[in-house]
């Protein structure tokens, strides 16, 4: 009996230093211990959670929801607008400092716009039965910021306006440049701010004329509907024969857009 203790020793030293030699050391130097190491300790150091990775899938999930939004949720890229004003304003004409005219007026205004992606073409009418002129106006509309027309954007304009006056049958041509601001405030409220520079025009009746035009307001939309108030101010000079005129119209101006 006491044989086969000794034998079964010696087969399980023989196995230890079989597995020492196989390992590089023996079992009691060695600092490589495989059987420590489990398919569920790998599974628990990949649900680890560490800070670097977090950051790194945030970022990865910003990326690809500006990519979702700007590709799933991008506008219509044909946009269409209507709009129809009425203006009540002061006019005063002026010149040396000494008031020739001073008046109230009223007119009316509208508008058509259609756009393709971020360029675009304007076509406005004015009709002025009260000073006795009408306006057609052409503008080429770009959009710099924004992603549509009932969205926050920033545009810039190059248009040509023509004044024709039945009271003295003159017509008038000014090239203009212009840039037009929207900011949305709410969901379903704005400002919108719009400034023009008329470009020096000569014509025989006021000479030569130059000028400038600013509007700020505020709208509110009902879907497709846009209910607007401005302040508008209109300032121009004519010079002719040596004798400066100056020319301001301002006051206030409502109306509605469609979009469509």
Known sequence: MKYSHLIFACLFLATLNSYAQSTGGSPRT?????????????????????????????????????????????PDPYEFK???????????????????????????????????RNVGLTLQYQKNDEEEFNDTTGIFNVRILGMGLQNTHFSLHYGLRTRENSGNDSRMNHQFA?????????????????????????????????????????????????????????NSSSTINATMTDHQRKGTQVGFLIHF
């Open 82 to 116: 209507f709009g129809f004003n009425l203006r009540d304003y002061d006019y005063t004409q002026s010149s040396a400092g000494t008031t020739l005219l001073s008046k109230a007026y009223k007119s009316y205004d509208g508008e058509f716009s259609a756009y393709a």
């Open 178 to 234: 212009a840039a037009t601001l929207q900011l949305y405030v709410f969901q379903s409220f704005g400002i919108l701010g719009h400034y023009r520079q008329y470009f020096k025009s000569s014509e025989s009746v006021y000479g030569v004329t130059e000028g400038t035009e600013y509007q700020a307001g505020a709208y509110l939309e009902f879907g497709r509907l846009r209910l607007l108030g401005n302040y508008f101010e209109e």
């Open 30 to 74: 060695t600092t490589k211990r495989p059987w420590l190491l489990s398919s569920a300790d790998d599974a628990a150091e990949a649900k680890r959670f560490t800070l670097s990775e977090w950051m790194a899938n945030k970022q990865k999930s910003q990326m690809m929801d500006a990519w979702m939004g700007y590709n799933t949720n991008a």
